[in-house]
């Protein structure tokens, strides 16, 4: 059950985009459409903002979406803006009917 | 208003056990899965375990296998971690979250445990 692999720090300025990448194996990411995505300030508990790949909670805003392919994920932030500055985990169902995360991504706002 | 209040973390000597509780209000508890998921002081998140809401259906991660028990009492509407055979690595706050399997959108607000002699 290995974690992951994210990138350990993203950054960027008001207004761009960002991609965060999550790289498994064909055991979890690339095996089950159940690869979902947390964000979490410090000090709080993680909030969800991608589920199923690409799907977005209720409330989130359209500025986040995910995709897949093959073994890898990925978290887009559009329009970054100051308060999406936070850590970003990826999570994976896995073939042993475990979950996984991702190693943490610190995304930094300019 | 969904909560989720963990309580039960404290310090404890290597070897120790220690048991957490996660007690749900403001949705249907039996409805969900439940998970463990805990975060090592600046390090990241790690799933350590799940129970379906048959309070039977259990797995979890290969660091906890056999020291860890996850549990649940739909009638009470709380979760529990039995947490035994405890070392430093297991020093962490320990969350709670509602899933649907996957881990979802509510989280308890989580609680140290410090596993030191």
Partial sequence: QSALTQPASVSGSPGQSITISCTGSSSDVGGYNYVSWFQQHPGKAPKRVIYDVNKRPSGVSNRFSGSKSGNTASLTISGLQAEDEADYYCSSYTSSYTYVFGTGTNVAVL | ?117
């Avoid at chain 2, 070897?15 to 409805?31: D, P, V």
């Avoid at chain 2, 998970?35 to 660091?63: C, M, N």
């Avoid at chain 2, 035994?84 to 899933?99: F, H, I, M, P, R």
């Fill in chain 2, 1 to 117: 208003e969904v909560q989720l209040v963990v309580s039960g973390g404290d310090l404890v000597q290597p070897g120790g056990s220690l048991r957490l509780s996660c007690a749900a209000s403001g949705f249907t508890f039996s409805s969900y899965w439940m998970h463990w998921v805990r975060q090592a002081p600046g390090k990241g998140l790690v799933w350590v375990s799940r129970i379906k809401f048959d309070e039977i259906t259990t797995s979890y991660a290969d660091s906890v296998k056999g020291r860890f028990t996850i549990s649940r009492d739909n009638a009470k509407n709380t979760l529990y971690l039995q947490m035994n055979s405890l070392t430093a690595e297991d020093t962490a706050v320990y969350y709670c979250a509602t899933g649907s399997p996957t881990i979802d959108d509510y989280w308890g607000q989580g609680t140290l445990v410090t596993v030191s002699a």
